[in-house]
């Protein structure tokens, strides 16, 4: 028998602790904040000055503007997924076992932390955000609405992501491997700082099935009205993304012990 | 009426045997002990009881419902506090306590009121608010006990519930226990490896070693199986080759039936009488010339009940998983 309002209670617990941990942890939110900006700054500001930057110039955008909604999914991203293979903390820290013995869906309580985590990093996605039109005013913000969208699934698809590849790992090694081994290469091949047309075939072929690539596009879409795909494609593929991790991340959990 | 019943239970990990064809029932409002050693199988079964391991053969009901079949109704009906620490200790008490309430469902005015009780109940009301990182583990431990009694569960399973913990707390952890029983009626089945607790909160205790049950009954019953009393004679100085040439010359007196040398330089003898044994004890150190620094005699505990029955203390082993936790981390 499933019963609407006690699923309705487990996601939201969960959503709230994973919320309220955040709002506690305040150096969490200024690493996260920072990197993105130092990006923006060094990265963004010296490279577009150094290299006059041949495809976006054809785009007709400087590349501060190009790099931008690149740089605030990352920080999505990063966020996210770092998030969602924290669930190895909590097997560290015991209060997986503290779940694993409630006598409420674990389907439910996994999708109830996704939300969470999602929650949180899509409001850090808004603070870069802010802190990157003072940079280039010229961005678009009539699109919101759409951002917040796409902003919501990236995260959603990532930490579900994370909460899945974490349940395969033991140790606060593998956590580092993920980052390096995972995160990096999708970041890289998502087209936040440099364009997909341009790359080599066989990265394109990877670019094409990274799910940030979709991500990164429809920001750039909305906020500069330049990009590769058509929104409703973006979209369409971050649905499907995110239903697919997902499912993958409440099958997985459901089968848990703790062994 | 049985609350807990598990026939043949066994769990393998690859070749370890953690759990070796275990049979037993728990009666309802029964303070239930498993005593044993580091690596006996206590958390192994506690947590095919509770839910989250899979055995490989056998079966467990708790309360009333099969654990593989029926893992959320016997969620329900139970409350749990695990050997580690699982509190979320980035959050404050009554937001651990809170998560909890509602996830068992638990409505908010009810849990309000709960929480309040249970703060009090533990003694923590001035800390509730507090994030539990600040917490002593003592406290940490209470705080949790409180969780498990948030939905009101009508058996509570306590995994070494006083481990790490100062004697004066341990007291107190036991005293919630016992008035859990008493005012409520609650079914506890707690593992531990501290013979005392066993001793002196459980109504019975089931003595396991290697995953095996090797002896169960009530703690009076257990002890009066060993038809002696034991002396202990701390020495000034114990080396090896001497104490066992005094053993020698003890046994031979026939006074002293066993004995065995302790930590701490103290001595520890198997006697009929003690009474008579005391004098030739003191007799025969004296011979060595060894300095008598402190000695008792008491009735045997399920310290002896153990070592009777294995050969070997449960302090012995402690040593040696110390010194298998240093070589691990070490490791690492
Ligand atoms: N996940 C696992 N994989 C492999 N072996 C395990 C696992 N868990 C426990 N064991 C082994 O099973 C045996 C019983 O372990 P268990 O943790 O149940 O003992 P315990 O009585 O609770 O001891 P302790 O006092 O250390 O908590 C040990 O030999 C242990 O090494
Ligand atoms: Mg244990």
Known sequence: ?259 | MDVIEIEGLTKRFGDVLAVDNVSFKVKKGEIFGFLGPNGAGKTTLLNILVTVLKPTSGTARVAGYDVLKYPLKVREKIGVVFQDITLDRELTGRENLWIHGRVYGVNTSRLKKRIDELSRFIELEKWIDVQVKKYSGGMMRRLEIARALIHNPEILFLDEPTLGLDPQTRVHVWDYIKRLRREHGITVFLTTHYMDEAEKLCDRVAIIDHGKIISMGKPEDLTRQIDREIVYVRVDEADGFKVEKMFKALGENGFVEGFRMLEDKTLRFLVDDASKAIPKIFEVLQGFKVRIREVKYSKPTLEDVFLQLTGKSLREYEAGFVEHVRLYHRRR
Not at chain 1, 150 to 157: E, Q
Not at chain 1, 158 to 179: N, Q
Not at chain 1, 219 to 225: E, P, S
Request: with cysteine.
């Open chain 1, 1 to 259: 028998m499933f019963r609407f309002r006690e699923a309705l209670i487990s996601v939201y617990v969960m959503w709230y602790r994973q919320v309220k941990r955040f709002v506690r942890a305040r150096s969490r939110l200024i690493g996260s904040i920072a990197q993105p900006l130092f990006w923006m700054l060094f990265f963004g500001l010296g490279f577009s000055s150094a290299l006059s930057f041949q495809e976006a110039r054809s785009f007709g955008l400087g590349y501060m503007s190009f790099l931008i909604p690149g740089i605030v999914m990352m920080a999505v991203f990063f966020t996210s997924f770092t998030a969602g293979i924290s669930v190895i903390w909590d097997k560290e820290f015991g209060f997986l076992k503290e779940v694993l013995v409630a006598p409420a869906s674990r389907s439910l309580l996994i999708f109830g932390r996704a939300l969470g985590d999602s929650t949180v990093a899509a409001l850090q996605g808004f603070i870069v955000l802010v802190v990157a039109y003072f940079l280039t005013p010229t961005l678009l913000l009539d699109g919101i609405p759409i951002f917040t969208l796409t902003v919501f699934l990236t995260a959603l698809t990532f930490t579900c992501l994370g909460i899945a590849l974490a349940s395969k790992v033991r140790s606060i090694e593998g956590f580092h491997l993920l980052t390096t081994f995972i995160a990096m290469p999708t970041l890289f091949l998502s087209g936040a700082f440099f364009p997909v047309e341009t790359m080599p075939e066989w990265m394109k072929i990877l670019a094409f099935i990274n799910p940030l690539t979709y991500s990164v596009d429809a920001a750039r879409k909305i906020l500069t009205n330049i990009g590769f795909f058509s929104l409703p494609l973006n979209l369409m593929v971050l649905l499907g993304s995110t239903l697919i991790f997902t499912f993958i991340a409440a099958w997985i959990f459901e089968k848990t012990t703790v062994e």
